[in-house]
């Protein structure tokens, strides 16, 4: 009776391995592979107060390194799309993780020092005249950053529409699985 208890056990055990090859072969379903972009948005939105932060801090002058507080986010990215092996959720996950990639591009790449010169100019006594170089040199430069910044924008703007344009074709992906 105890050997029979075993033999059942075993073929039991054998049965159960045979059914999930069998359902891992079907490949990721939609719903898991979506489970898996689900996760990773929300350490995306974690980092969102950290991004909030270094804007705070770019107006108040202080040096921000947009690479930086970006990385966690790609890096969330990076893995969710290494893990999502689903073709129909992997075609749209691809197109967030490029959107979001340019987008990041952009802004580690943005000479942005006129916050900084900005900051200082609202220091500068500007009935002084010995700062009245200072003051010029610093308006040349502003001048010249806005000429880059609407080219930025005009940038941004196309990653940040083609991101929306991925997100929204991942949910009604997801909503369809």
Same mark, same amino acid.
């Not at 999930?20 to 898991?32: I, N, R, Y």
């Not at 691809?94 to 802004?107: G, N």
């Given at each position: 009776?105890?050997?029979?208890?075993?033999?059942?056990?075993?073929? %039991?055990?054998?049965?159960?391995?045979?059914?999930? %090859?069998?359902?891992?072969?079907?490949?990721?379903?939609?719903?898991?592979?979506?489970?898996?972009?689900?996760?990773?948005?929300?350490?995306?939105?974690?980092?969102?107060?950290?991004?909030?932060?270094?804007?705070?801090?770019?107006?108040?002058?202080?040096?921000?390194?947009?690479?930086?507080?970006?990385?966690?986010?790609?890096?969330?990215?990076?893995?969710?799309?290494?893990? $999502?092996?689903?073709?129909?959720?992997? #075609?749209?996950? &691809?197109? $967030?993780?490029?959107?979001?990639?340019?987008?990041?591009?952009?802004?580690?790449?943005?000479?942005?020092?006129?916050?900084?010169?900005?900051?200082?100019?609202?220091?500068?006594?500007?009935?002084?005249?010995?700062?009245? &170089?200072? $003051? @010029? @040199? %610093?308006?040349?430069?502003?001048?010249?950053?806005? @000429?880059?910044?609407?080219?930025?924008?005009?940038?941004?703007?196309?990653?940040?529409?083609? %991101?929306?344009?991925?997100?929204? @074709?991942?949910?009604?992906?997801?909503?369809? #699985?």
């Amino acid at each position: 009776m105890h050997t029979q208890i075993r033999r059942t056990g075993a073929v %039991l055990a054998g049965l159960a391995l045979a059914a999930t %090859l069998a359902s891992c072969a079907g490949g990721q379903s939609v719903a898991d592979a979506c489970a898996i972009a689900t996760d990773a948005d929300t350490k995306i939105n974690e980092s969102n107060s950290a991004i909030t932060e270094g804007f705070s801090d770019l107006t108040s002058g202080e040096s921000v390194n947009f690479g930086e507080l970006l990385a966690p986010a790609q890096d969330a990215l990076a893995d969710a799309q290494q893990q $999502i092996t689903n073709e129909e959720v992997k #075609g749209a996950y &691809d197109k $967030i993780v490029t959107s979001f990639s340019a987008t990041a591009d952009m802004l580690e790449n943005v000479d942005l020092s006129v916050f900084q010169d900005l900051a200082e100019l609202q220091n500068l006594d500007l009935s002084d005249p010995a700062n009245l &170089d200072r $003051i @010029e @040199e %610093l308006q040349a430069k502003s001048d010249e950053i806005q @000429e880059q910044t609407q080219g930025l924008q005009d940038d941004l703007k196309t990653t940040q529409d083609d %991101l929306m344009s991925a997100v929204t @074709e991942l949910n009604e992906v997801c909503a369809a #699985g």
